[in-house]
C-alpha cells in the first residue's frame, strides 16, 4: 500500500510533460526549388506548420507539427537551388528526395514517357514512406494523382490518419479533356482512387464545385473540407511605379504615353487553359499597336502555342519563361489584365491557384470561366459566405473567343485608374482570404480535427475580418456619385459585369 501511494505521488507531484508536436508525412512529387505551382504551396504550407502558430480558441496553444516531406526531382529550378537526392532540413522540414527516371524531361509532351517517371516516383515513394519513422497522419498530394493509392497504403503501414489534398481530381479529368481513353486500366484505377478517397479521414479540396464532385464519389460531406490555395501577400505585392520587369522588356510605365497595355497570362501552359483562344483573340487584336500579350511560364501545350504563333504571324505576342519566385511581385504586377482561362469541362476537377498571386500583385483579371462557376463567384464578387467580396474583374464563357476579344479590348480602353480600383480590391480580398496567413492556419485547423476526430470541414471555414463597428460617413454625397458613376461607365465591357 505504501509503494503505491508513494509512486501515486511521485506522479503527482511530477510536472507535466509536453507531449512532442504531432508528426505528419506529406507525399508530392514537385518541391522547392521546383516551379511548379504545387511544389511551390506545398512548401509553404509545410515551412508554416514547422514554424507553428498560437491558436485563438484555446489559450495560447501552439499548432506546430514535426514535417517530413517526400519529394521527387524537379521539373524546373529558375533559380539553380541545390536538388540533390537525399535528405536534406530546410526551415524545420526534413526533405527526402528520392531518385526517379525523368525521360519526358519537363516538357510533359510524351503520355508514355511521364507514365513511365512517376510509375518510378510512386514506387520510390513508397519504398522511402515505408522506412520513415511513423507519422500521425500522412498527406498524399495528387501530383502524380496515384499518389492518393500510396498515401492509403502507406496510412496503414504507418496505423496513422490519412488525408488527401486534391489540387486536381484524376482520372476523371485526363478522361473530361481526351488525354486519357476511358478504358479498363483507366478504370481500374479510377476505383483504386474512389476507394482510397472514401477511406480517407478527410479530402482537403480547393473549390465548392471540386467538393460536389467528391460527394458523387461517396465522400461524406463533413470530411470534405474546402480549402483554396493561396498567394504570398507578403511577398506579392503591387509595384505599380518603377516596375523592373516592364523596363527590363521595354512595356513602359503603365497608364504612361506610349505604355503597352499589357494582357498576361502567368503560369502552366497546360491543356486545361486553352490558350489557343488567346492567340485567335491577339490575331484579331493584331491591328491595336497598344495592346501586348505576354505568355509568362512553360508547360505541356508551349511548343503547340508558339507554333500557332508563328503560323499566326503575331508581332504583338511574346513568350517569356518562369520568372524566379523572389521577383513574381514585380512580373505579376507588369500586367494591365491578367488572364484565367480554364476549359468548362474541367471546373468539377479543378480551381485554378494563379488567380490568387494575379489578386495579390493588385492587378484586374478577366476569368474565362462558367458563369456559375466559384472561379467566376470569385472575380464577380459574389462569393455566398462574404457579403463583403468586390468585384475585380470580368468573366466570359470558354469557348466564345469573341467575347474574350472585346473583353480584352474595352478594358484597353478604360482609365487606368479604374483598372487600379478593381485591382485595389482584388488585392483587399487577397489579404483577408487567398493569403497565406489566412490559409496555412487553416490547414494545421483540419489537420488537428483529424487527430481529434472532429469535422475537418467545420475545421477549414473561413476566419473573415470583423466588419467595423460604424461605417464611415461622407461629407457629401459625392463619393456615392463616384460609385455610382463607375457602375455605369463600366457597363460597355461585353463581359459579366464586375465593377
Not at 298 to 314: F, I, N, P, S
Amino acid at each position: 500500500m505504501w509503494n503505491a501511494r508513494r509512486l501515486q505521488f511521485d506522479f503527482a507531484a511530477r510536472p507535466a510533460v509536453a507531449a512532442a508536436p504531432p508528426r505528419a508525412l506529406f507525399l508530392n512529387r514537385s518541391y522547392r526549388p521546383d516551379a511548379e505551382a504545387t511544389g511551390q504551396l506545398l512548401t509553404e504550407l509545410t515551412e508554416d506548420l514547422a514554424a507553428g502558430r498560437e491558436s485563438d480558441d484555446d489559450g495560447g496553444r501552439v499548432d506546430r507539427w514535426r514535417v517530413q516531406v517526400i519529394c521527387g526531382r524537379p521539373n524546373a529550378n529558375p533559380e539553380g537551388l541545390p536538388a540533390k537526392t537525399g535528405t536534406t532540413v530546410w526551415r524545420g522540414v526534413v526533405v527526402q528526395r528520392v531518385w526517379h527516371t525523368r525521360l519526358a524531361g519537363g516538357t510533359k509532351r510524351s503520355l508514355a514517357l511521364r507514365a513511365i517517371d512517376y510509375c518510378s516516383f510512386l514506387c520510390a515513394a513508397l519504398l522511402r514512406g515505408a522506412l520513415a519513422p511513423r507519422a500521425d497522419v500522412v498527406v498524399a498530394e495528387t501530383d502524380p494523382f496515384p499518389l492518393a493509392i500510396v498515401g492509403r497504403l502507406l496510412a496503414w503501414r504507418h496505423r496513422a490518419r490519412f488525408v488527401v489534398h486534391a489540387q486536381d481530381i484524376h482520372p476523371e479529368l485526363g478522361v473530361a479533356l481526351g488525354v486519357l481513353n476511358d478504358g479498363p486500366l483507366v478504370g481500374t484505377v479510377r476505383r483504386l482512387m474512389h476507394a482510397a478517397v472514401r477511406t480517407a479521414d478527410a479530402v482537403v479540396t480547393l473549390s465548392t464545385d471540386m467538393r460536389r464532385t467528391f460527394e458523387r464519389m461517396g465522400v461524406p460531406t463533413d470530411r470534405i473540407a474546402v480549402l483554396p490555395n493561396w498567394a504570398d501577400a507578403d511577398a506579392v505585392r503591387p509595384v505599380r511605379v518603377g516596375n523592373q520587369f516592364r523596363e527590363r522588356h521595354g512595356l513602359g510605365e503603365a497608364g504612361r504615353p506610349g505604355a503597352k497595355f499589357v494582357v498576361m497570362h502567368s503560369g502552366n501552359m497546360g491543356r486545361t487553359q486553352r490558350l489557343e483562344d488567346v492567340l485567335a483573340a491577339a490575331a484579331r487584336l493584331a491591328d491595336d499597336p497598344r495592346i501586348l500579350f505576354l505568355l509568362v511560364g512553360g508547360g505541356a501545350a508551349e511548343a503547340g502555342l508558339k507554333e500557332g504563333a508563328t503560323r499566326l504571324g503575331l508581332t504583338n505576342l511574346r513568350f517569356l519563361p518562369y520568372q524566379p519566385k523572389s521577383e513574381l511581385g514585380e512580373s505579376l504586377s507588369a500586367a494591365d489584365l491578367h488572364l484565367v482561362c480554364t476549359d468548362a469541362r474541367v471546373i468539377p476537377y479543378l480551381m485554378p491557384s494563379k488567380l490568387y498571386g494575379v489578386l495579390a500583385a493588385g492587378a484586374p483579371a478577366l476569368c474565362v470561366a462558367p458563369a456559375d462557376s466559384e472561379l467566376a463567384a470569385t472575380v464577380t464578387g459574389d462569393l455566398p459566405d462574404d457579403p463583403r467580396a468586390e468585384p475585380c474583374g470580368w468573366t466570359c464563357e470558354p469557348d466564345d473567343v469573341t467575347a474574350l476579344t472585346e473583353a480584352i479590348a474595352a478594358a484597353a480602353a478604360l482609365p487606368t485608374e479604374r483598372l487600379r480600383r478593381l485591382g485595389d480590391a482584388g488585392r483587399r480580398l487577397a489579404e483577408d482570404r487567398f493569403s497565406r496567413a489566412a490559409v496555412t492556419p487553416r490547414f494545421a485547423a483540419v489537420l488537428r480535427a483529424v487527430t481529434e476526430g472532429t469535422s475537418p470541414a467545420r475545421a477549414a471555414r473561413p476566419l473573415l475580418p470583423p466588419p467595423p463597428d460604424t461605417l464611415p460617413l461622407c461629407e457629401s454625397g459625392k463619393d456615392a456619385r463616384d460609385g455610382a458613376e463607375l457602375l455605369h461607365e463600366t457597363e460597355p465591357l461585353p463581359a459579366r459585369q464586375a465593377a
